[in-house]
């Protein structure tokens, strides 16, 4: 007994909806496995410095349709910014857009003594204002142009220059 099938035309606009949509889901998934696109080349297309993220991410994952993301690190991971100390968790999430990270989770700011979750970074021209809720901070997006280090942050490069001769201003050469 054979069955017939009797099948409608396909709708143009269903047809390339769907061939779009395929499309974004394989080129996300061979950009994430073949390593095209690295999480901080992922930061710089949606106008974000790589120094929103430490060195040594391990991955992520992005729904592009939703921005809805993953950035995941080797391990947790602390430092000191301008005077704050910032922790990674091992994985951090949100919703990124153009210029906009919003709820985010697995970024924590120490602020005197309390820890707090920055939950929002946006970007206006050459600033970011990082977002706790309660209050906002911006910053010249310059400070962010090179990737923190685990443990030293920004000054991990930097020398420390000694000089040979100490002083002391309270002792008199004479």
């Known amino acids: 007994m054979a069955l017939l099938f009797r099948s409608k035309p396909i709708p143009l606009t269903t047809l ?11 080129r996300s998934t061979a ?6 696109l690295s999480v901080y080349d992922v930061l710089q297309s949606y106008d974000f410095p790589v120094g929103l993220l430490p060195v040594g991410a391990t991955g992520y994952e992005l729904d ?4 809805k993301f993953a950035a995941y690190l080797n391990g947790s991971c602390s430092f000191n910014i301008s005077g704050y100390k ?3 968790k091992s994985t951090i999430t949100g919703y990124i857009s153009k210029g906009k ?15 707090v979750d920055i ?8 600033g970011l204002d990082f977002s ?8 010249p997006i310059d400070n962010f142009e090179e990737m923190p280090q685990c443990g030293c942050g920004f000054e991990c490069n ?4 000694r000089t040979s001769i100490r002083s002391n201003p309270f002792v008199s050469s004479s």
Do not use: C, N, P
């Open 158 to 161: 930097k020398k420390h220059v």
């Open 132 to 139: 706790v809720g309660i209050a906002s901070a911006d910053f």
């Open 64 to 67: 592009i349709s939703s921005g």
């Open 31 to 36: 950009d994430t496995l073949d390593g095209e």
């Open 86 to 88: 910032l922790k990674y």
């Open 119 to 126: 939950i929002e970074v946006s970007r206006s021209k050459d």
């Open 101 to 115: 990270l919003e709820k985010l989770k697995g970024v924590t700011v120490k602020i005197l003594l309390i820890w």
């Open 16 to 26: 390339l909806s769907s061939l779009t949509v395929i499309f974004l889901i394989t």
